[in-house]
């Protein structure tokens, strides 16, 4: 296979094809150039050497795209899964499904410059966006720590030169209902502002049959706003200080048994109904609140150089309470709070010159983390709880400089220096009281535990550089080649008593094109990537706790395709698509505990790493007379993916095909209409697998695997949008 997708590879890059179409906008019959800020300065996304998506916030809008996990299904290298409260995220089939405050995503996610510490602030909705950039690919030079996958950067609205917003309310089955406004504009001759806010709400995407759960499961109300205020200190010094904050009080996830070793059959619980219902006896919660302040200050030094600082606080707050073996006997629950308070500190100096540009800084993060973890469960005979802090303190310096040696070939060297270092504590086990949380009424340490606190400190060092060739065959045409070097965060084991592992480290060789052709009427993009991936950290659920080791090697070797065309007047076609080969190298574990197997899982396929994802949409507008109608057929395919290194049935998702469309008509007073459709053909569907050793019947289950549980994906889901710009 490998050998197989390196030959295509070739042929790939030969034909000049791939990389980031499926955003951009036909124009007068030509593709509208998208600019980024990917590395860390703007320019052209088809001049820039990296393998990147971009999409815009007017078309995250009119697809209905709220979120990340939305955003998922429209960009092929991108896997988003959720277990319970927990957010996941791979990028070509890196990613991460640890939890708990010790451990860190495999994927960065920044928003507006600033790194959010927890994967699960990239919940966090699309609000006044004005594109989101997926970097694939490891960026430990200008990113560093924990961007081993790529690096999801949600840039937002800034306030403009004309007073200008919007409105937009949206209504959908499920009983939802949003609505968001945005307005801004410049304050005087030397100051700007920008306002935006947003309230919805969704009833949930699953019936609940049993009204002690409530009736429905999978909604809740979210709150926003975020304001902008830009102002300059002087003809050459500018400032943007950002504030925004995010509220979600929702109903958690449904989850469904899979497999016939569940401890609720043999305690009389009824046959599982249909897809879209359960029967939850629990009064399942998920709350959470997203808050922070971010100060920018760039001040322009004269010739061609620039100082930039960004100055970023985040405050996480998290609760819920799910059912977590599906059915309406009480077999167990899970509860669960988290607090998070990080603050970052970026220093970039930054030359453009007439021979070089480079960028050169300094960076600095530290973040106090609590967590509590609550599991009542019949296998237990009483309540197992986990109290958790954990402290991160990190720094880096960083360097990049490409060097123009003539008009058409570049060269890149780039090198990241970070040292980190993580204070954890830990007090778990069998208690003599009940989940009292972070902020109740009892000190967790005066519960009777069965195991003894654990309180260690642990650092590691990181070095992540970065060579690069680029060069522009033509005006329209240009080939690139990077050899980089990304590495995650070591961790702790904050929710059993294992002790701290290590980080891990990916190299990777990665050849690509960029190609304008046809005038301007197609952008044809390609990529080929081989990743040697070490020291994988990677987790088992045992004898009732998450353990993380770093007990893996792996490889992986793909090819990305991007092509975006303007076919005529009326339409235009993109696609994107994604072939992957992505296994374990090394990599021998428990399955189960007690008398679990040990297992050789070399050749497996890496968690969340499909071999085929495409994605590929349809376009046409045309003027009409009251002005213009526009229609949108996309169809989203994903080949067989596993949630666990065992690469089990009942803990993945067989291949789906899913299928979204659009229409609506934009009046001549700016005015637009719009109907979405998501899901069109209902398809049934896991985003997410798990096994858990709480809820398993021991009389089956004789080597202590756990029983299967299925997170299902949303249904069909429709919604009538209207959009309002003054």
Avoid at 201 to 223: A, C, K
Avoid at 679 to 687: F, H, S
């Amino acid at each position: 296979m490998k050998s197989r997708l390196l030959r295509l590879s070739l042929a790939a890059l030969t034909s000049g094809c791939m990389m980031v179409a499926a955003n951009l906008t036909a124009q007068e019959n030509v593709l509208e150039e998208i600019i980024v800020t990917a590395e860390k300065r703007e320019a052209s996304i088809q001049d820039t050497a990296l393998a990147i998506t971009a999409v815009s916030g007017d078309l995250l809008e009119n697809g209905g795209l709220d979120e990340i996990e939305d955003l998922s299904l429209d960009v092929p290298s991108l896997v988003f899964s959720r277990a319970g409260g927990e957010a996941q995220l791979y990028i070509r089939g890196v990613g991460t499904n640890l939890f708990g405050i010790g451990q860190d995503s495999s994927v960065a996610v920044h928003q507006d410059g600033v790194y959010q510490g927890r994967a699960q602030m990239g919940l966090n909705q699309f609000l006044d966006v004005e594109r989101v950039e997926v970097l694939r690919g490891p960026q430990g030079t200008l990113y560093g720590r924990n961007a081993t996958a790529g690096v999801i950067n949600i840039i937002h609205r800034a306030p403009g030169d004309e007073p200008e917003g919007y409105a937009n309310l949206k209504l959908g089955n499920f009983n939802r209902y949003d609505g968001e406004a945005a307005y801004g504009g410049p304050i005087g001759d030397n100051a700007g502002f920008r306002l935006a806010v947003r309230y919805g709400s969704d009833g949930g995407f699953t019936e609940d049959l049993d009204p002690r759960g409530g009736d429905e499961v999978d909604g809740g109300e979210t709150m926003a706003a975020r304001a902008t205020l830009t102002f300059a200190l002087s003809d050459t010094i500018n400032a943007k200080i950002i504030g925004d904050y995010t509220d979600f009080d929702g109903d958690n996830r449904t989850i469904r048994p899979r497999g016939d070793l569940h401890r609720s059959a043999a305690e009389g619980a009824q046959a599982l109904p249909d897809f879209d219902q359960t029967r939850n006896e629990v009064d399942s919660f998920q709350k959470w609140t997203i808050s922070g302040i971010t100060a920018e200050v760039t001040a322009d030094l004269g010739g061609g150089l620039s100082l930039t600082s960004i100055t970023g606080y985040r405050q996480f707050e998290d609760s819920f309470r799910f059912n977590t073996d599906g059915t309406e006997i009480f077999v167990t629950q899970t509860h669960f709070e988290r607090d998070t308070d990080q603050f970052s500190e970026e220093l970039r100096l930054a030359c453009d010159c007439e021979d070089y540009e480079w960028i050169a800084g300094l960076y600095y993060f530290t973040e106090d983390k609590e967590e509590a973890l609550g599991l009542p469960a019949i296998n237990f005979g009483g309540a197992f709880n986990i109290f958790a802090t954990n402290k991160t303190d990190a720094w880096a310096g960083f360097g990049e400089l490409t060097w123009h040696f003539s008009d058409r070939l570049d060269g890149i060297v780039g090198v990241r220096y970070s040292n980190e270092e993580k204070e954890d504590w830990n007090l778990r086990g069998l208690t003599g009281g009940n989940f009292d949380g972070l902020f109740g009424a009892s000190d967790p340490r005066a519960f009777s535990f069965s195991f003894p606190p654990r309180n260690t400190t642990d650092d590691w060092n990181a070095f992540t550089p970065k060579l690069g060739l680029k060069y522009d065959y033509s005006d329209d045409i240009m080939v690139y080649g990077t050899l980089t070097r990304g590495f995650k965060s070591g961790g702790t084991n904050s929710l059993s008593g294992d002790p701290a592992f290590d980080p891990e480290y990916l190299w990777s060789l990665e050849v690509g094109s960029k190609s304008t052709l046809a005038d301007g009427r197609a952008i044809a993009n390609a990529s080929a990537f081989y990743y040697d991936y070490t020291d994988l950290q990677v987790s088992t659920f045992t004898e009732g706790t998450v353990r993380v080791t770093n007990a893996a090697e792996a490889t992986v070797v793909g090819i990305e395709l991007d092509v975006s065309t303007v076919l005529s007047d009326q339409f235009a076609w993109d696609t994107s698509a994604m072939l992957l080969n992505a296994e374990y190298d090394q990599f021998v574990t428990r399955f189960g505990g007690g008398a679990g197997t040990v297992l050789d899982v070399e050749g497996n396929k890496l968690i969340n790493a499909p071999e085929i994802s495409l994605t590929s949409t349809l376009s046409y507008s045309a003027d009409i007379g009251p002005g213009t109608f526009s229609a949108m057929a996309q169809v989203a395919y994903r080949s067989e993916v596993f949630h666990s290194q065992f690469n089990e049935t009942e803990v993945g998702q067989d291949s789906v095909t899913l299928a979204n469309v659009r229409a609506g008509i934009t009046f001549l007073n700016g005015v637009e209409v719009s109907f979405v459709v998501r899901n069109l053909l209902d398809k049934e569907y896991y985003q997410n697998s798990v096994r858990f050793t709480s809820l398993n019947d021991r009389s089956k289950d004789l080597t202590g695997i756990g029983a299967a549980l299925g997170y299902p994906g949303e249904g069909r889901s429709m919604a009538l949008q209207l959009h309002m710009g003054f």
